[in-house]
Nanobody, 122 residues
Framework: QVQLVESGGGLVQPGESLRLSCTAS????????MGWYRQAPGKQRELVAK???????DYADFVQGRFTIDGDKSKKTMYLQMNSLKPEDTAVYYC????????????????WGQGTQVTVSS
């Protein structure tokens, strides 16, 4: 099964920036859609941004131009650049991949990373 590993979370002050990374395991071939989701305590998991294999990008309304999603296919890595962070951005951020074909050409189940904590506080 293809696995995802996130990194880059941490504690920052309001207005500061973080860059999250999500790297797929070596057996990942083609991934149809990769996305970032977040879940704050007591709230449902919500979409932050997603990018398709052909480069189509969607952002949640609350991003308001502050975040940028991009990817490096050669490194099998997706990024989320988060600027102008607010306390309400505090959450565990998860990487997600759907429509996965592994390096052997087999379809793999949709998968989630383990999550990385982002805390925005003064």
């Amino acid at each position: 099964q293809v696995q995802l590993v996130e990194s880059g979370g941490g504690l920052v002050q309001p207005g500061e920036s973080l860059r999250l990374s999500c790297t797929a395991s070596d057996n990942a071939g083609r991934i149809g859609i990769m996305g970032w989701y977040r879940q704050a305590p007591g709230k449902q998991r919500e979409l932050v941004a997603k990018i398709t294999a052909d480069g189509t990008i969607d952002y949640a309304d609350f991003v308001q131009g502050r975040f940028t999603i991009d990817g490096d296919k050669s490194k099998k890595t997706m990024y989320l650049q988060m600027n102008s962070l607010k306390p309400e951005d505090t959450a565990v951020y998860y990487c997600n991949a759907v429509s996965i074909i592994d390096s052997a050409g087999k379809s793999q189940p949709d998968t989630w990373g383990q999550g990385t904590q982002v805390t925005v506080s003064s």
